[in-house]
Each structure stands twice: as C-alpha cells, then as structure tokens.
C-alpha cells in the first residue's frame, strides 16, 4: 500500500436534492508516480470524483485516502499534499501575477524567501516572467491557463489534479505545458489528469479508466487497451465504450 497514492474503497456519493447516486460501490487505485487518465463522456462523473478526492466535495459513505491519509480528516497538512488545476480559473484577476503566486504560496505555509524563489522560478519555467506585475485579468487565455498551473505547482505538490488543463489554448502552450507535467512526473510528481483533448491525454496518459455514468467501465495500460480494443487512438477507444450518442 506504500506505493499507493490513492486509494478509493467503496465510494458512493450523491448531490442534494438530485435522486440516485452519481457514484457507486466505486473503487480505484492510482500508485505514487503514475500519469493516470480519467476520461469518459459529460456527466460521466469525472470533475465530481476529482472534488471528493480534493475535498471540496462531501462523501458518507466509503473512504478516499491520499498518500495514506483520509480525505473526511484533512486539514492545512493535507492540502499540502496536492495541488489542484481546476476547469475554471483559480486566481484573483486583479493581483499581478507576483501577487497571486504570493498569496497562494503564503495560503500554503511557504516563508518569505520560499515564496520568493519559486515564484521567480515559475514565471521563467512558464514563459510569464516578463509579464510578472501585470494583472492576470488582463492576460491571454495562454497564460491565464499558465498562472493557473503555477499556483497549483507552487508548494510542490505531491500529487497533481488536472481538470481540462489546456482548454482554450493554441498549440504552443498545449505543447509547453504537457512538457512541464512531463518534467514534474520525472521529478516524482503524481498526476490525475482528465480533458477532452484526447491526442494530448495519449501523449501524456500511461494508464487510464474510462468512467461512464459514474462506474469505471475499462481501466488499464493504455497501450492494452488499444490492443484489446482494436483501436489505433483513445479517440476510437472512447467512442467503442461509450458509444456515439449526445451527452449534452
């Protein structure tokens, strides 16, 4: 269990006011150092388990636990176990880009020279240094997405949520942010990463579970996978388990 860095066990949850349960009796294993996939159509339940297994989201029943802790006990230590790159943008758009990774880095429990040091490290890893006083309200949607990744990053999380982390990006930032995941992984980073871009998630993804109507319906190597599914791509794997119809 040591290499485990999340472990799921039974888990049910369901919205208020909403009847039946968007998960149940459902289980997973994701181990320490894995780039692991979730994928599956909208409404597969994908956004709500990466909430349950960050804590913005309430369950009753079953247990989550990251790095062996349990989620239902985390407090400011746990936090600081992993960072979230959420679908929507995470920052205050009137702070410069200094002023937010600031913040949050302060939010996380590093000192002054701390701060200091990994901001300016960020900003030069991802291309903002030369835009670090600007508002990033006033930044393109390129590094608004960029900024939203360095905070996550910026107490060095041991593991990292990605909900739809290039969404709206051109092909230079998608390329440079997939690389930096990639160079995080190689340091011992482990990553949970879900996004309808489906040739990016088979650049990065080495296992993946493919969710629908909130149960794990295929889960394994991508590569068996494919094989097993007579597919050349996950955009064929996707459409053969879980078919062709609208979701919306």
């Not at 006990?73 to 410069?96: C, I, M, T």
């Not at 996978?225 to 955009?235: M, S, T």
Request: one cysteine or more.
């Amino acid at each position: 269990m040591s290499n485990l860095a999340i472990q799921i066990e039974d888990l049910a949850f369901s919205y208020p006011g909403r009847s039946g349960l968007c998960l149940s009796h459902f289980n997973l294993e994701i181990f320490a150092g894995e780039r692991f996939g979730l994928f599956g159509p909208n409404g597969a339940g994908k956004t709500t388990l990466m909430h349950l297994m960050t804590g913005l989201l309430h369950y009753k029943q079953g247990s989550i636990r990251l790095l062996g802790r349990d989620v239902k006990k985390h407090n400011k230590a746990f936090n600081s176990l992993f960072g979230l790159v959420p679908q929507d943008f995470s920052f205050y758009p009137e702070l410069s880009a200094v002023e937010n990774l600031s913040f949050f880095g302060a939010w996380s429990g590093l000192n002054g020279m701390e701060i200091k040091k990994r901001t300016d490290e960020l900003l030069e890893t991802l291309g903002l240094n030369d835009y670090r006083s600007m508002p990033v309200g006033k930044f393109s949607g390129g590094m608004k997405r960029r900024i939203n990744l360095a905070i996550a990053v910026m107490h060095h999380p041991q593991i990292l949520f990605l909900d739809e982390p290039t969404v709206g990006v051109d092909v230079q930032t998608r390329h440079a942010i997939i690389a930096y995941l990639k160079y995080l992984n190689e340091k011992g980073t482990t990553l949970v990463y879900t996004s309808h871009q489906l040739n990016e998630a088979e650049e990065l993804c080495e296992r993946i579970a493919m969710i629908d109507e909130g149960n794990i319906i295929a889960i394994d190597n991508l590569e068996n996978l494919l094989n097993h599914h007579q597919q050349e791509g996950l955009e064929g794997l996707f459409l053969t388990l879980t078919g062709k119809a609208y979701r919306d």
